[in-house]
């Protein structure tokens, strides 16, 4: 803990996910100012361990200002990239333009450089709020076209529940073992990020492929169109394997990421999404083919 004589009334704190009264902050700030619910993460097997907090709390222990960091090694354009990533940044409207947010951004990137990461990740609504630190937005596209005419027989598959205890110790084994659901870009693990997101959005259905060892994570938006969110697997099986096994069949598909390794031809549309996927690193990348983080990894 530390005081500033710019902020005379706050105490800077880092390193505090481990403090309840500090990680229920947290959860007052995101709820206060985005309208988010972060507390199930703990349920769900807790905050990335390689997480990073850097926060300004008032003397009533009000986290006023926060920026959280943590490693997210991706593979782009079919290499690791060993990259952090920011999240969690929020500063209460009475306490904006004090420069308290440049101040967390300025710590986190400190800890980022320490940690020797190539790049840094983020997502955000406002791309111009970190363009000054060397952030720059990639067009994320994704995918789409008709259904395969013959889905691959196999073992139907079963619902998962991330609240039952069973299929959450089945999730997290399997997102251990993960292989990157494409080689354009994908993320590696993320668990924490694929655990709340199943909370966020309330249409992502997840699904058991017994024969496949796959766990996926789609959306049905009509009777005919079937969305394919994310696959867990340490080999991704076919689109038709997963279409088979969920007994899907729609006459169209979206994919939320590149189907690389779906066996599949479909067509890359520029997705519309009023946030940015942004990341900082001495050599910019530019993907090989479109293509776009699953939402399953979204943070």
């Known amino acids: ?36 619910d972060l507390d199930p993460l703990r349920r769900l097997g807790g905050a990335d361990p390689t997480s990073m907090p850097f926060g300004w709390f008032d003397d009533q222990g009000t986290l006023v200002a926060n920026l ?5 090694p991706i593979v782009i354009n079919g290499r690791v990239v060993r990259a952090g990533a920011f999240q969690s940044g929020a500063v209460r409207p009475e306490w904006r333009g004090r420069g308290l947010y440049g101040d967390v951004t300025r710590k986190a990137l400190e800890w980022c450089a320490a940690q020797q990461f190539e ?6 609504d406002k791309p111009a709020l970190y363009e000054p630190y060397g952030f720059r937005a990639l067009p994320f596209h994704a995918y789409s076209g008709p259904a395969p005419e013959a889905p691959t027989s196999t073992a139907a598959a079963r619902s998962l529940d991330p609240t039952v205890a069973e299929d959450l110790d089945l999730l997290r084994r399997t997102l251990r073992t993960r292989t990157p659901v494409s080689d354009v870009i994908a993320v590696r693990e993320s668990a924490a990020m694929f655990l709340i997101n199943t909370q966020f959005d309330r249409d992502v259905r997840l699904s058991w492929l017994a024969n496949e060892r796959a ?18 697997a340490e080999v991704i099986p076919p689109l038709s394997a997963i279409l088979g096994g969920l007994g899907i069949e729609a006459t169209s598909i979206e994919v939320l990421f590149s ?9 890359a549309q520029p997705l519309q999404s ?25 943070f």
């Open 1 to 36: 803990m530390t005081t500033d004589p710019r902020y005379p009334s706050l105490t800077f704190r880092q390193d505090y996910f481990d403090d309840p009264a500090a990680w229920a902050a947290l959860v007052s700030l995101l709820q206060d100012t985005f309208g988010i």
């Open 68 to 72: 959280s960091a943590f490693a997210m």
């Open 119 to 124: 790049a840094i990740v983020l997502y955000t």
């Open 215 to 232: 766990v996926i994570a789609w959306k049905s938006e009509a009777e005919d169109r079937f969305v394919l969110v994310d696959v867990v």
């Open 259 to 267: 189907p690389d390794k779906l066996g599949c031809e479909l067509l």
């Open 274 to 298: 009023y946030t940015h996927f942004m990341i900082r690193c001495e050599t910019p990348f530019v993907l090989d083919v479109p293509a776009m983080l699953s939402p399953m990894a979204d």
